[in-house]
């Protein structure tokens, strides 16, 4: 078991509300990716932050938004939410900046738009 | 860009028998490479991952894969399957393109029967 801790583990919302996804990031670690896993699908790169800023960014609309804070736990905001929006969306911790660094996921957060 | 190709999106066999699931890779750079495994309903877990140096490596639960550079290949195995082996598998590739992250295959479901 890692250390990444993602909370809510499942979660309902209506298309059109918004929603934060809260992750805690493995003990000194100092950055935190997400990905969006849809149904039968592979994991895709939303976004990463490191230092508190978001320092590379996938395929994904600005209505997927994020934070870190000093601790390097992170939020993953999503606004508008479509029916699409509904997947498992997981959060990754490791140490930026370390040869052969190591991704460790968490759990993951089921979020089901109706 | 980087890329992974994951033949197969099923793979049964009978507990006992070799167990290989397929991975190729697409990278301008030499590639950090890993394999992944999600049991239902939970993130994912380590399995083993390529760097540099020796191109066999061994991971967890049995499992080891070979790293293939003229073939783009990174091709899982265990000699001998276990009910236990009964998950998804994802390969994926480290971008290193300013930050690190991971794009993954599509996933292959190993299917083990008595």
């Known amino acids: 078991e890692t250390g990444v801790t993602q909370s809510p583990t499942h979660l309902i919302k209506t298309r059109g509300q918004q929603v934060t996804l809260r992750c805690s990031s493995q003990?000194?670690?100092?950055?935190v990716s997400w990905y969006q896993q849809a149904l039968g699908q592979g994991p895709q790169f939303i976004f990463q932050?490191?230092?508190?800023?978001?320092?590379g960014r996938g395929n994904f609309p600005p209505r997927f938004s994020g934070l870190q804070f000093p601790n390097y736990s992170s939020e993953l905001n999503v606004n508008a939410l479509e029916l699409d929006d509904s997947a498992l969306y997981l959060c990754?911790?490791?140490?930026?900046?370390?040869?052969?660094?190591?991704?460790?996921f968490g759990q993951g957060t089921r979020l089901t738009v109706v | 860009a980087q890329s992974v190709t994951q033949l197969g999106s099923h793979v049964s066999v009978s507990e006992g028998a070799l167990v290989l699931l397929r991975c190729n890779y697409s990278?301008?750079?030499?590639?950090?490479l890993f394999w992944y495994v999600q049991y239902p309903n939970q993130g994912l877990q380590l399995l083993l991952k390529y760097t540099t140096g020796a191109t066999l490596v061994k991971g967890i639960n049995g499992f080891e894969a070979e790293f293939k550079k003229s073939e783009t290949s990174f091709h899982l195995t265990k000699p001998s399957a276990h009910m236990s082996d009964a998950a998804e598998y994802f390969c994926a590739v480290r971008t290193n393109s300013g930050y690190s992250t991971l794009t993954f295959g599509k996933g292959t479901m190993l299917l083990v029967s008595p």
């Open positions: 990278s301008s750079v030499p590639p950090y």
């Open positions: 932050y490191y230092r508190e800023e978001e320092n």
């Open positions: 990754a911790s490791s140490s930026q900046g370390t040869v052969n660094t190591e991704a460790f």
């Open positions: 003990s000194g670690h100092n950055t």
